[in-house]
């Protein structure tokens, strides 16, 4: 396995490697990124989901109730915490007595907002879909405008992530018509909760094209090789789509021995051209 590498286009594409690679009990090393479902973008939906399936998901809510910033900082939430636990009340349970909370004063109107949002999404979750409740949730707290507003590469990555995971969860609601949103977070730990890389163990490296510039591997697997993905749909100028051909010819390259060029008839159930560079490198 050691042999082996696994190359895509962007960093979001890993998600489905990654799943099949636990699946199917292969061990896998990504290189040059943070694995899908440690991602700050993910971890975030994760944790307002599992504080959707169970309230008393007190590090869940923690982590997710100023996010995105809305003024609730470390020394409120200590009095929140402080209130509950005298009241012997969950976190979200003070959330529903934030009246009788003297020590927040000011800050009493933050909290009565993100209670009023995280309820009005209780209220929605059992009318939803896995796939729309993260859409609703990343559209309602205004964690997707405010990564749309920064428009920065890293933005635009963090967005194609959120995209990925929305697919996940849709691949999920496919096949399991009656899935619950806990099913869906049960199938998600499998996958989050490997056990991490070890030096020496036998693995499969997964990288990105832009990554494995300089490395070689007997077998190569270059996935996803379809119009725009490679070339990318930002790639307007030709300028641009010659970068992408000569990013292509890279995956080409890195194969010692056996190169395998895979690439999907559609995405979203959306059919999906080929990419053209497989035509021009006669494969």
């Given at each position: 396995r050691n042999q082996m590498a696994v190359l895509y286009r962007t960093n979001?594409?890993?998600?489905?490697?990654?799943?099949?690679?636990?699946k199917r009990g292969i061990p896998y090393r990504l290189f040059g990124g943070v694995r899908f479902y440690e991602r700050k973008e993910i971890r975030d939906i994760l944790s307002y989901l599992k504080v959707?399936?169970?309230?008393?998901?007190?590090?869940?809510?923690?982590?997710?109730?100023?996010?995105?910033?809305?003024?609730?900082?470390?020394?409120?939430?200590?009095?929140?915490a402080a209130f509950a636990e005298e009241n012997g009340l969950s976190l979200y349970g003070a959330l529903s007595r934030l009246d009788e909370i003297t020590t927040l004063k000011t800050r009493v109107a933050k909290f009565k907002d993100f209670y009023g949002l995280f309820e009005q999404l209780r209220e929605d979750a059992d009318g939803l879909s896995v796939s729309e409740l993260i859409d609703a949730i990343v559209k309602r707290t205004g964690y997707l405008q405010l990564l749309m507003a920064e428009g920065t590469d890293?933005?635009?990555?963090?967005?194609?992530n959120i995209d990925e995971f929305v697919n996940k969860a849709a691949e999920y609601d496919k096949a399991n018509p009656e899935g619950k949103l806990e099913g869906f977070l049960e199938e998600?730990?499998?996958?989050?909760?490997?056990?991490?890389?070890?030096e020496g163990e036998e693995t499969v490296a997964l990288?990105?094209?832009?990554?494995?510039?300089?490395?070689?591997?007997?077998?190569?697997?270059?996935?996803?090789?379809?119009e725009g993905i490679v070339p990318h749909h930002k790639a307007g100028l030709p300028a641009d789509i010659e970068e992408e051909r000569r990013l292509f010819y890279v995956a080409l390259t890195r194969a010692k021995d056996r190169l395998h060029v895979a690439a999907v008839r559609e995405?979203?159930?959306?059919?999906?051209?080929?990419?053209?560079?497989?035509?021009?490198?006669?494969?």
């Open positions: 979001a594409q890993s998600r489905a490697v990654e799943d099949q690679m636990v959707l399936a169970n309230p008393a998901d007190t590090i869940a809510l923690r982590r997710i109730i100023n996010v995105p910033k809305r003024g609730i900082g470390e020394t409120s939430l200590d009095k929140l890293d933005a635009l990555n963090r967005i194609q998600v730990a499998l996958v989050a909760d490997i056990d991490s890389y070890e990288m990105t094209l832009h990554s494995a510039k300089g490395l070689e591997y007997p077998v190569v697997f270059a996935v996803d090789v379809n995405r979203y159930h959306r059919k999906t051209d080929v990419s053209r560079f497989i035509g021009e490198a006669g494969l």
